[in-house]
């Protein structure tokens, strides 16, 4: 079957560095998203990966190694609004999003 | 501006009613999708609709009825709603045709609570 792993929970101290991890079984690989999701609000797209290797972009960077079926997703300079789920999605090989349940990520002072 | 909305927020509504969820998007893309993201916290795919027209309709039961007047909307109407619908619904839209082609952009969601 295709699924997704990511830790449930995440506990992290304001100004550190936390890495959400992701690994993931799908019918072929096109490319893996990261979304964040404020407690009721909408997701919204963070990163997107399709070769291996690391894409940053700001406090936030995405690691991809295709070989292994794993990504990361790391934040740094932790601040209190990162408190959120974060949410791994593999595309397959039809296109189809295979979603993970998300790491609800707790930021504590 | 809001990209893709959707409305109510919250919806709860007594076993057995029929109730419409409606969303807009004005990004201009093709495609729009209704997801459903259930306790557990998994997004699953309902339906997605590309220019008026379904691409997918993943095995929901024929109570749930999605309906595109044009490509800027679409609404999902749910007949005889039942227990187990309690989720909360997301709206979606995205430039391209396939669904994991390019970002998705979502709704704010509708907590749907059924008693």
Partial sequence: GQNIDQPTEMTATEGAIVQINCTYQTSGFNGLFWYQQHAGEAPTFLSYNVLDGLEEKGRFSSFLSRSKGYSYLLLKELQMKDSASYLCAAINSNYQLIWGAGTKLIIKP | ?115
């Fill in chain 2, 1 to 115: 501006d809001t990209a893709v909305s959707q409305t109510p927020k919250y919806l709860v509504t007594q076993m057995g009613n029929d109730k419409s969820i409606k969303c807009e998007q004005n990004l201009g893309h093709d495609t729009m999708y209704w997801y459903k993201q259930d306790s557990k916290k998994f997004l699953k795919i309902m339906f997605s609709y590309n220019n008026k027209e379904l691409i997918i309709n993943e095995t929901v039961p024929n109570r749930f009825s999605p309906k595109s007047p044009d490509k800027a909307h679409l609404n999902l109407h749910i007949n005889s709603l039942e227990l187990g619908d309690s989720a909360v619904y997301f709206c979606a839209s995205s430039q391209d045709v396939i669904e994991g082609a390019t970002e998705a952009f979502f709704g704010q969601g509708t907590r749907l609570t059924v008693v």
